[in-house]
Nanobody, 116 residues
């Protein structure tokens, strides 16, 4: 299993970013995908989930209506569109699957900083 997250950066409050996660080493189209985030001094938290066929999505209450998770199974890539960003969204963002977490594997993540 291998994840490469990208797309993070510094953005002002109210701005937008789109994160990407290129996955390899497993049957991508057969697995639900998740985005997690970890802010300094806090535990990693689940942000969003998309089913393997993109038929269903779920979001943490803190990001509902602002973030959208979607995937392209032809490209083995999952995305997180983040709009109306707030300072409290500042964190390192990671993609994952249930099996990867069970194996203790995480990618390098991508840093998102929301600040004036």
């Amino acid at each position: 299993v291998h994840f490469v997250e990208s797309g993070g950066g510094l953005v002002q409050p109210g701005g937008s970013l789109r994160l990407s996660c290129a996955a390899s080493g497993f049957a991508f189209s057969s697995n639900a995908m998740n985005w997690f985030r970890q802010a300094p001094g806090k535990e990693r938290e689940l942000v969003a989930t998309v089913t393997n066929d993109a038929g269903s999505t779920n979001y943490a209450d803190s990001v509902k209506g602002r973030f959208t998770i979607f995937r392209d199974n032809a490209k083995n890539t999952v995305y997180l569109q983040m709009n109306n960003l707030k300072p409290e969204d500042t964190a390192v963002y990671y993609c994952s699957t249930r099996r990867a977490r069970a194996a203790g594997y995480w990618g390098q993540g991508t840093q998102v900083t929301v600040s004036l």
